[in-house]
């Protein structure tokens, strides 16, 4: 349907999870229950440990196997839909591209997001801050981007237990106030350059 109806779907998307969320935090019966589910929204790598990551590694690295197995025909993609098919890649189906792509994607970002709460905009603003470096091919950027989204996110986290007064500002709190301009700001530059 176009550019629109994706936005509109996503807008409504977006806003049907938000009044679940609100509906979920309404009819907790506990105050405890309701600041872990807030404190899981703002996202932080507040008292993880190695079990933690334990737990999130193998979604990690069936995501990452999936996608790094669809780095080609992400170049192709590059040329357009109909050129990544006459090149030979399969796009839809079972195990299109399409599907390894989003699948891959899900199972590493929800496996993270399952131990460390929603952290935002460090897989927008990282890709796009790396894409230069790597010569716009998206093969070649998908480990670039797993490894600058990991130092971006230990960075932030050291800011958010160094600058701590007080209450300590949740990781996801602070990504956004950061990402948020930073990915406005490259979208502007965009739109200008055409690029």
Not at 26 to 35: D, E, G, R, T
Not at 92 to 101: D, K, P, S, Y
Request: charge should be positive; include cysteine.
């Amino acid at each position: 349907g176009g550019t629109l109806v994706l936005l509109l779907a996503g807008a409504a998307l977006s806003s049907f999870a938000a009044a679940l969320t609100a509906l979920v935090l309404n009819l907790v019966p506990s105050p405890y229950a309701s600041f872990e589910i807030m404190h899981w929204l703002m996202g932080s790598l507040t008292d993880r440990t190695f079990t933690h990551v334990w737990i999130c590694l193998p979604g990690v690295v069936c995501g990452t196997l999936l996608m790094l197995s669809a780095g080609r025909a992400l170049d192709a993609l590059t040329l357009g839909e109909d050129v990544a098919e006459s090149l030979g890649f399969r796009l839809h189906g079972v195990w299109g591209v399409q599907t390894r792509i989003v699948l891959g994607a899900a199972l590493s970002v929800g496996s993270c997001v399952a131990v460390s709460g929603a952290i935002g905009f460090v897989g927008l603003v990282v890709p796009h801050l790396l894409r230069p470096l790597t010569g716009y091919q998206p093969s070649r950027l998908l480990v670039p981007s797993a490894l600058g989204g990991s130092l971006l996110l230990l960075g932030a986290d050291m800011v958010v237990r160094v600058a701590s007064v007080g209450t300590e500002l949740q990781l996801g709190v602070l990504t956004a106030l950061v990402g948020a301009p930073v990915f406005f700001a490259r979208v502007i530059m965009l739109k200008r350059t055409g690029s």
